[in-house]
């Protein structure tokens, strides 16, 4: 045994075989055979084989199922974006946003009665079925790049397309009634319907959805809750599909569909469109109760829009609170809050209007903002407040309009600032001819003329205007009258070329005013606006003024024959001497000639009792009295609701009052308070002045009737009579 280098024994052995034992035999050399080789190399393809079609297997069912998840998504993306669709139509932001400044005009517009309906041919869209063939068309047409219709809709609509190739004319009509004709909706499924009407705009989509629907019909097609949606939200726009509408909701119990908001939503437009607020109230109590379904925003506001159409102002703020105190998902939006503002400024709530803009909770937009300056103006003490509303929307880069303007004057009017009030008004109507190159007014333009006309009799002699002691608006008064240009075209107002009026001016530029209106524009003239020019006339004019204006441009109303009845004869006109009808002015004594007669309502009277306490004219106030008697059994008064009644009543009987105080009839003035004693709630402010004439004159008598009357008022019979108003 020997060491190795590293130190390790190595061990050597030696194994001894016997030679007997070994027997060596002589062989053949066996060549190799290649059958196992093959068998393992086509086993082996095989199993490769059987390999790559289990791995191709399931790649084929990964592609089905991401197939089959694409489809899904697909389905998901198409019904998200018929929602839309649908959401889109039952939009109803348009109401709100275009609110007119003036509250007194918008508030007529929500007033307006709906149009009736049409036969299929007087439509819109379907009336260019009879028209030639457009032979400008291409043979090979397209549809318009703007459209989407699928692949399928287009094949089946096939050389027709032409109708609707041409973006800037597409024809829906002439498509369907020539389809119609044709093959209809064979072959088409109840999606392919609903694409093709997603593509049809809004505005025109009620007026062929009753083609539609009978085209559906005859082919057999069966609206699913998607196509009744859209049904629904496209018969919504007119008040007299509502029958249409509410069948087709039926047939979501028929069906066992669950309805959803778009479909609450068509429900409500078309009631909200006929003013049926007592199917919307039965239809919200339906949601909670049977549907258990909260109204979302959208149905609240088109509720809000509702009340304030039928000018529920009670039921608005109602729904207004809801909104607020239901949850976060109905918080109102600038919308409702521009609603409500405004409900409170045609309800001469101003306050509360104000209340509601310190707590708004979204930036306001130029409809709040015009809303409540307007609503400044009716009270003195808040004209400053007015001016920051102003100051507000320019800051805020609204656009300077009319109806900016015409709010400005409702400010400078009250104010009693009449210079910047004529201004104002002239360069409204200088703009409007710089960029049309012409003269014209419409209904609207009264407004502002009626305001114009009312800064003229509230016109202060001795009145700093806050237009000149508010600093923020002291530039823009400033500008405004440099920039004024009275006599910039011969056929504008006739305002003397001053901006600064002298009381012996007031009343011929008045005059003149009225004549250019009555020779070139008498369409606009309304009652309201003969009210006011009369009422110019009333404070700055003589009586013999008012008395010639009130009979040419006010008509007795029409009286019931009444038994016992002691007719009133008035005082015959006395005819002008030729000096005096040589000294007025060529454009009064045309406009003279020009008949123009409004029937005398409370309002004229009211103006007529003015004049008469202006000028002490007891005489004329007690035929004016006699002949408001009478007025009373008239339909246009006796029609009226109970309380506007009652309050037009008193009105008439304070200002009666005033009459005969001024004129020291304290004895005529004792009787009408004791013979409304039980009717009117005579307070101390309104018999005040009899007491103190009375003390003046040292009638015991009148005196103690003003006592009796004061202390009275609060008893339990007057409650009673007052609480069934």
């Known amino acids: 045994m020997r060491l190795s280098r590293i130190g390790t024994p190595k061990v050597s052995v030696t194994r001894v075989i016997s030679v007997r034992n070994v027997v060596i035999a002589r062989r053949k050399p066996v060549r190799a055979s290649n059958t196992d080789a093959k068998t393992?190399?086509?086993?082996?393809?095989?199993?490769?084989?059987?390999?790559?079609?289990?791995?191709?297997?399931?790649?084929?069912?990964?592609?089905?199922?991401?197939?089959?998840?694409?489809?899904?998504?697909?389905?998901?993306?198409?019904?998200?974006?018929?929602?839309?669709?649908?959401?889109?139509?039952?939009?109803?932001?348009?109401?709100?946003?275009?609110?007119?400044?003036?509250?007194?005009?918008?508030?007529?517009?929500?007033?307006?009665?709906?149009?009736?309906?049409?036969?299929?041919?007087?439509l819109p869209g379907a009336s260019d079925a009879s028209d030639n063939t457009d032979k400008s068309v291409e043979l090979f047409s397209f549809p318009s790049p703007n459209l989407t219709l699928p692949e399928k809709v287009i094949h089946h609509i096939g050389p027709l397309v032409k109708h609707i190739s041409n973006p800037e004319n597409i024809r829906w009509g002439r498509l369907l009634l020539d389809l119609e004709k044709y093959q209809g909706f064979n072959g088409l499924s109840a999606v392919d319907v609903t694409r093709l009407i997603q593509n049809i705009p809004k505005e025109e989509k009620y007026q062929h959805m009753s083609m539609i629907h009978e085209m559906m019909f005859n082919s057999g097609i069966s609206p699913d809750r998607y196509l009744t949606d859209l049904m629904m939200t496209a018969f919504s726009e007119k008040s007299y599909y509502e029958p249409l509408v509410e069948a087709l909701f039926q047939d979501y119990d028929i069906n066992g569909w669950a309805p959803t908001d778009y479909t609450f939503g068509a429900l409500i437009k078309v009631y909200s469109k006929g003013k049926k607020l007592d199917k919307i109230n039965n239809l919200l109590n339906q949601m909670k109760l049977k549907y258990h379904k909260e109204p979302n925003k959208k149905i609240y506001t088109m509720v809000l829009q509702t009340c304030m159409k039928i000018d529920d102002y009670k039921k608005t703020s109602e729904v207004f609170d809801a909104m607020k105190f239901n949850s976060v998902a109905t918080n109102p939006d600038t919308t409702a809050y521009g609603s409500m503002i405004?409900?409170?400024?045609?309800?001469?709530?101003?306050?509360?209007?104000?209340?509601?803009?310190?707590?708004?909770?979204?930036?306001?937009?130029?409809?709040?903002?015009?809303?409540?300056?307007?609503?400044?103006?009716?009270?003195?003490?808040?004209?400053?407040?007015?001016?920051?509303?102003?100051?507000?929307?320019?800051?805020?880069?609204?656009?300077?309009?009319?109806?900016?303007?015409?709010?400005?004057?409702?400010?400078?009017?009250?104010?009693?600032?009449?210079?910047?009030?004529?201004?104002?008004?002239?360069?409204?109507?200088?703009?409007?001819?710089?960029?049309?190159?012409?003269?014209?007014?419409?209904?609207?333009?009264?407004?502002?003329?009626?305001?114009?006309?009312?800064?003229?009799?509230?016109?202060?002699?001795?009145?700093?205007?806050?237009?000149?002691?508010?600093?923020?608006?002291?530039?823009?008064?400033?500008?405004?009258?440099?920039?004024?240009?009275?006599?910039?075209?011969?056929?504008?107002?006739?305002?003397?070329?001053?901006?600064?009026?002298?009381?012996?001016?007031?009343?011929?530029?008045?005059?003149?005013?009225?004549?250019?209106?009555?020779?070139?524009?008498?369409?606009?003239?309304?009652?309201?606006?003969?009210?006011?020019?009369?009422?110019?006339?009333?404070?700055?004019?003589?009586?013999?003024?008012?008395?010639?204006?009130?009979?040419?441009?006010?008509?007795?109303?029409?009286?019931?024959?009444?038994?016992?009845a002691v007719p009133v004869e008035e005082e015959p006109e006395q005819s002008s001497e030729l000096s005096d009808l040589r000294s007025t002015p060529l454009a009064i004594r045309l406009s003279s000639n020009i008949q123009i007669k409004y029937p005398r309502n409370h309002d004229i009277y009211h103006v007529a009792l003015q004049a008469c306490i202006n000028n002490k004219d007891i005489e004329l106030g007690q035929r004016i009295w006699q002949e408001r008697g009478r007025f009373r059994k008239t339909p246009e008064f006796s029609t009226q609701p109970r309380n506007i009644k009652h309050k037009q009543d008193f009105e008439f009987a304070r200002d009666m009052l005033k009459l005969l105080v001024n004129c020291n009839e304290l004895n005529d003035a004792c009787r009408l308070l004791l013979s409304t004693e039980t009717q009117f709630n005579w307070e101390w402010t309104y018999v005040k002045p009899v007491y103190i004439v009375a003390e003046q004159l040292g009638d015991e008598y009148a005196k103690k009737v003003v006592r009796r009357v004061v202390r009275n008022k609060k008893s339990k019979w007057r409650e009673e009579y007052l609480q069934g108003m």
């Not at 974006?81 to 400044?101: G, P, R």
């Not at 001469?348 to 104000?354: P, R």
């Not at 009693?416 to 049309?436: C, P, Q, V, W």
Request: hydrophobic share 35%; proline share 3%; with cysteine.
């Open 40 to 122: 393992w190399l086509m086993k082996e393809e095989q199993r490769r084989m059987r390999q790559k079609e289990q791995e191709m297997k399931q790649r084929l069912e990964e592609l089905e199922r991401f197939k089959t998840k694409v489809q899904k998504s697909y389905i998901r993306k198409e019904d998200r974006h018929l929602a839309q669709e649908i959401e889109k139509d039952l939009d109803i932001i348009t109401d709100d946003h275009n609110l007119d400044s003036d509250v007194d005009l918008v508030f007529g517009e929500l007033m307006q009665a709906e149009e009736q309906p049409k036969s299929l041919k007087s």
């Open 342 to 564: 405004l409900m409170h400024v045609l309800n001469d709530n101003v306050e509360a209007a104000l209340d509601l803009y310190d707590n708004l909770e979204t930036e306001p937009d130029e409809t709040i903002l015009l809303a409540l300056a307007r609503g400044c103006s009716s009270r003195k003490v808040l004209i400053n407040r007015g001016w920051d509303f102003i100051i507000e929307y320019y800051k805020r880069k609204f656009p300077l309009n009319e109806k900016l303007m015409t709010v400005m004057m409702y400010l400078t009017s009250r104010d009693g600032d009449l210079s910047l009030t004529r201004a104002i008004y002239n360069t409204i109507h200088e703009s409007r001819f710089k960029m049309t190159e012409s003269f014209s007014m419409n209904k609207d333009d009264g407004i502002a003329l009626n305001v114009l006309l009312r800064g003229y009799f509230k016109y202060p002699d001795n009145h700093t205007v806050q237009s000149k002691t508010n600093d923020a608006v002291v530039a823009l008064r400033r500008s405004t009258l440099a920039l004024n240009h009275f006599g910039y075209h011969p056929k504008a107002t006739p305002f003397l070329p001053v901006n600064e009026l002298e009381e012996k001016h007031i009343l011929p530029e008045v005059q003149a005013i009225w004549s250019y209106i009555i020779l070139h524009y008498p369409d606009i003239v309304t009652s309201e606006l003969v009210g006011t020019y009369l009422m110019t006339l009333a404070t700055r004019g003589s009586m013999a003024d008012f008395n010639k204006a009130f009979k040419e441009l006010t008509l007795k109303p029409v009286f019931e024959q009444v038994d016992n």
